[in-house]
C-alpha cells in the first residue's frame, strides 16, 4: 500500500515538476505514513529542489528538542533523507497565536499541490477531532484542544509511553485549508482505522467523521490495505 501510494505521489510530483517551476507540498507525520515516506525518498528522477515542505500539524507544550515533535518526526522519516529545495517546520510557542498566523501566511504565498495525509482512528484530518472540526473553517490554521481519542491514538502508536506525556493542545492546519491543495494522497492502513475509513466513505458528510469531507474533493486518492479496508470494499474469497 505504502509502495503504491508513494509510486502514484512520485508520478503526480515529476508531471507538476515538469510544468512549473516549484511544487509545493503538505505532509502528515505518523506512523502510518512511515512507509509511503521511505519509499517516497527512494523514488528516483524526482527533482526535490524543486519542492517546498510544509506538515500539517505540531504539538504545543513539548520542548523545542523533543524527537516526539512533529516537525522532528518528519525530519527523521523524510525531510533530512532528500535535498529539498526549502522546508517549513511549525515552530515553537509561547506564541502560539503569532505562529498559526506565520504559518498561515506561508501556506498563502501560492497554492499547495499536493497534500500527503492519513485519517485518525476518531475520523480526524490532521488535529481536526470530531465533534468539533468545523468543515468551513474560515481559518488557515489555528489551535486545537486534543479530544481523549485522538490523545489515546498517540500512545498506541508508541510515540509516547502514557497518555499524561501527550499534549492536550496542538496548532492544526484545518479541514478547509488541507481540502484547497489541488490534489490529496491519503494513505490509512490497519484495522484500528476501519471504522474511521467505514464513516468516511458511507457516512454523513459532517463534523462527527472530518475525513468525510475528503469526499467533496475532487482529486483525493485514498489508499487502504486489508485491514483498515470496510467488508463492503473487500474482495470475495475465492473457492
Known sequence: MGRAAAHDIAAAL???LARQHRVRMVFAAAPSQAEMLDALASERDIDWRGVTAFHMDEYLGLPSHAPE??????TRHFFSRIPLGA???????????????RYAALLAEAPIDIVCLGIGVNGHLAFNDPP???LHDAKQ??????DAICRRQQVDDKCFATLDDVPTHAITLTIPRLLDARQLFCVVPGATKRAAVEQSLYG???AACPASALRTHP??????????APPRLQA???A
Open 14 to 16: 515529476r508531471d507538476r
Open 69 to 74: 515533535r512533529f516537525g522532528a518526526w518528519l
Open 87 to 101: 522546508v517549513h517546520v511549525i515552530g515553537q510557542e509561547p506564541d502560539a497565536d503569532r505562529e498559526t498566523a
Open 132 to 134: 468539533v472540526a468545523d
Open 141 to 146: 490554521v489555528k489551535v486545537v484542544e486534543l
Open 204 to 206: 454523513p458528510i459532517g
Open 219 to 228: 482529486r483525493c486518492t485514498l489508499y487502504l490495505d486489508r485491514d483498515s
Open 236 to 238: 470475495p474469497a475465492r
